[in-house]
């Protein structure tokens, strides 16, 4: 496939044009981003009330083809009526990501259980009252609660609400197997889990780092932020081991000139090895300190634990870091060298940095090197994470975790009146374990798809398979639904966020919080997600604790409750009267007081990690998402930043294929500590050698459930694999 030589432009454009036309039509799909809901795709936060295709910073137009799939999969038709006749359960199994999605939308409840050779619809009633009957029998402890990150603040809210009254705390979300390293990784430096910046800090700032992140694809709307950061003359340094195309040369489709011409991204395009960027920004740091750049002032006055970190910093040798990073010195000088100079920097990241067993030590050392040049705590610098689902933040925050912040859980129990359980929750991986160990009855899963992004496919689907009861909140099918059986399995469906009778919210990254208005269902069947939750609570709970699920179905009356309950949620409450989006107090962090113990930022020595593979047979593979793809989701089988006409494949360094003896085209197998995918297409590509790239989802069958220990967040960018010809 040809490769193209720049993202974004004029192939983005076209297939927006087209995917419209399939959806009913131009202005329909034009209506649709229009309308005022939070866009539903990455956590930027377009849309709510400016009217979709508007960021935070009020600029208009701002669309990606992303939204656009997204939206086209909620506008396409319902399932045909005889759909689940013609497809049996195995049949399901053979079918791809993107034929399960362009099924269509799921109107009906659906009900297999153990002897089923087909799912089959059944009425709403009774899909309620078989999973409110199977809680009611189970114990607590043997259920967990599974949230993806694109459901509302309102839907979070209320059934994490209704789990804890039901008595568990394994309460998790997409989160753990996202950006949590980030979380856990910030709190420790700032006291606070989120980014310290807003939209606009990006338009004041004039160095910005990309580390492990590839927005191009993955958030192609902070493109435009970034080529006017350029245009202003800010300058953009990418650490990266693969070279993206997309962050080398865009064209933003909504910038005429950029569109013609392309714009520049990365300044500087550095590849470390998979894994080498704990010694990277170590010896960028240790570069700084050599150049006498460090902000003493902040040091000294703001921050705690500089001379361990320091002295920790000057004992690395120059030899060891170059080597286990992978960069050259002169590049690292160079990195300094810009680095010292500016002042105003900004640290983005993504899951290049999280997806590893040292994600939570990456975190630290990036949060390390920005503070050693005073780079937080002011306006137009600090930290930022690019999250991933547009309301993974917000889940957060409405206590979708197994553990609830002190401040939160008084709240709810004084609030409601309620005693809530202190029993430690099980994270999502923790989850899959227990469910594996046979001592899981019941889960939940509101949204996503707990089965195709989890490492370890085949452990996953069995773990799945011996949940006695498995009930999906959904708005199509997914692998999840095929692969991720309980015993029994319940699917219902529900409506995306735009056709909702009543407002929602969403969280954005930059701590704003959104309003959509909802809209027209577009079919029959779908309900509410907050209805279902209340249905559910109501049946299994009844009058039993002091809640009134009834007024639950108020969104209004949820956002009361959040209001009182979540802390710097307080302005939600008159939302509805004052349509008032808002930033979440205590969050950005413009002054020099952070929330932690002291008031003080903290360094944290950070050990270097092994490097990973450095057998000579042996390469460090990463599993990344296409450009055609949201999650487990694959809208296309071809990649074009990467040039590459479909997913199975692995793409490695010309001079790894050379090693090897390996022919490009020529099928392998990789293998690694738990599994082998075979019949793959050796590919060729720009990353730094003794690395490899695979497409998730399909390489979790061989991805292992190795995670970092302090967030629990899996290894998925950074596994050890062997490859054999044939
Ligand atoms: N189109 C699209 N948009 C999305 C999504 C999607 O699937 N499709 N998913 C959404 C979600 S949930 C998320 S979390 C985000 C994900 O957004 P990203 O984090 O940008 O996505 P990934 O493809 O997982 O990989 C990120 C980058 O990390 C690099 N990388 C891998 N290993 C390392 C390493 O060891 N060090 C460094 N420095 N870099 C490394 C890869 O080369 C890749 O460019 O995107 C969100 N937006
Ligand atoms: N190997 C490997 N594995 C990974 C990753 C990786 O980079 N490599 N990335 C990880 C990351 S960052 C993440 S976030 C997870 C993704 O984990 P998930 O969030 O669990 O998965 P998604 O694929 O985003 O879920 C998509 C499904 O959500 C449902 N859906 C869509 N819209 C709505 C809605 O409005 N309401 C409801 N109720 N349902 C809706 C649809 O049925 C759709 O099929 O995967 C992780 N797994
Ligand atoms: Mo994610």
């Given at each position: ?45 377009m ?67 153990p002897l ?37 603040n ?36 700032t006291g ?28 192609p ?78 040091v ?107 401040a ?15 029993s ?6 923790g ?27 085949a ?89 009134d ?5 108020r ?6 409750a ?60 990463m ?18 930043y ?24 020529q099928r ?17 590509i ?20 190795r ?20």
């Amino acid at each position: 496939m040809r490769r193209v030589k720049a993202g974004g432009g004029w192939p983005a454009i076209w297939y927006a044009l087209g995917k419209a036309r399939q959806s009913g039509g131009l202005w329909r799909m034009y209506k649709a981003l229009r309308s005022k809901n939070t866009c539903k795709t990455c956590a930027l936060g377009m849309g709510g009330q400016l009217g979709g295709m508007v960021n935070e910073a009020g600029r208009f137009p701002e669309v990606c083809k992303k939204s656009i799939q997204a939206m086209a999969a909620d506008m396409q038709g319902r399932i045909q009526p005889h759909f689940f006749d013609n497809f049996s359960l195995e049949q399901l199994r053979g079918l791809s990501s993107r034929e399960l999605e362009a099924a269509g939308r799921l109107t009906e409840p659906l009900y297999a259980g153990p002897l089923d050779n087909h799912y089959r619809c059944i009425t709403w009633d009774d899909a309620l009252d078989r999973i409110a009957v199977k809680l009611k029998k189970t114990a607590p402890e043997e259920t967990f609660f599974y949230f993806s990150g694109r459901s509302s603040n309102e839907a979070g809210f209320l059934l994490q609400l209704f789990a804890r009254l039901y008595g568990t705390n394994n309460i998790n979300n997409c989160s753990f197997f996202c950006h949590q390293a980030s979380g856990v990784g910030l709190t420790t430096v700032t006291g606070s889990g989120t980014a310290t910046v807003a939209l606009d800090d990006i338009q004041r700032c004039d160095l910005l780092f990309l580390i492990g992140a590839n927005p191009a694809s993955n958030h192609p709307r902070l493109m435009r932020t970034i080529v006017e950061h350029r245009r202003r003359g800010g300058k953009v340094i990418v650490v990266n081991p693969l070279r993206e195309i997309g962050l080398v040369r865009f064209k933003v489709p909504s910038d005429v000139r950029s569109l013609l011409l392309g714009s520049k991204i990365a300044d500087v395009y550095v590849q470390p090895h998979i894994g080498g960027d704990i010694a990277f920004l170590a010896a960028v740091a240790k570069a700084v300190l050599e150049r006498g750049a460090v902000d003493e002032q902040f040091v000294t006055n703001h921050t705690d634990g500089w001379d361990a970190f320091q002295g920790h910093i000057e004992s690395l040798g120059w030899e060891e870091l170059v080597k286990r990073c992978g960069v050259g010195r002169e590049t690292i000088e160079h990195v300094a060298e810009i680095y010292a100079a500016s002042q105003k920097t900004i640290f983005c990241w993504a899951m290049g940095i999280t997806h590893h067993e040292h994600g939570f030590g990456n975190v630290q050392m990036i949060a390390n090197l920005a503070m050693m040049r005073g780079m937080l705590g002011r306006a137009g610098c600090g930290l930022l994470p690019l999250r991933g689902h547009s309301n993974v933040q917000g889940m957060g925050s409405m206590g979708v975790v197994p553990k609830l912040k002190e401040a939160v859980f008084e709240r709810l129990e004084s609030t409601f009146g309620v005693t809530l359980p202190t029993s430690a929750g099980l994270d999502t991986l923790g989850s899959i374990g227990r469910a594996d160990e046979g001592k899981v009855r019941f889960a939940s899963c509101l949204g996503g798809n707990l089965y195709g992004s989890n490492p370890d496919s085949a452990f996953a689907a069995r773990a799945m398979s011996k949940i006695d009861m498995v009930a999906y909140m959904s708005t199509t099918l997914n692998t999840g639904h095929a692969h991720g059986r309980g015993r029994e399995t319940i699917i219902l469906p529900v409506l995306a966020r735009d056709e909702e009778p009543q407002a929602t919210t969403q969280e954005s990254m930059f701590n704003y919080v959104r309003l959509s208005d909802g809209g027209q269902p577009r079919h029959v069947g779908p309900r509410s997600e907050v209805q279902v939750i209340a249905d559910l609570a109501q049946r299994v709970l009844g009058d039993s604790t002091p809640i009134d699920w009834e007024s639950m179905r108020r969104h209004g009356r949820i956002r009361e409750a959040i209001a009182e309950i979540i802390p710097g949620y307080e302005k939600i409450g008159a939302i509805d009267q004052t349509r008032q989006e808002f930033q979440i107090d205590g969050r950005t962090l413009h002054e020099r007081k952070f929330p932690t113990d002291t008031g003080r930022a903290k360094f944290h020595v950070v050990d270097l990690p092994a490097l990973a593979g450095t057998d000579n047979g042996e390469l460090r593979l990463m599993t990344v998402r296409s450009e055609g793809q949201f999650n487990t989701v694959v809208y296309e089988e071809h990649d074009i930043y990467r040039g590459q006409d479909r997913r199975d494949v692995v793409m490695m360094h010309p001079d790894d294929i050379e090693r090897f003896g390996f022919e490009v085209n020529q099928r392998v197998t990789v293998r690694s500590e738990t599994g082998a995918l075979a019949n793959l297409l050796v590919r060729s590509i720009d990353i730094r050698a003794g690395n490899a790239v695979m497409y998730y989802p399909e390489a979790n069958a061989i991805i292992p459930k190795r995670a970092d220990p302090r967030s629990r967040t899996p290894a998925f960018k950074n596994t050890v694999v062997r490859i054999e010809p044939g």
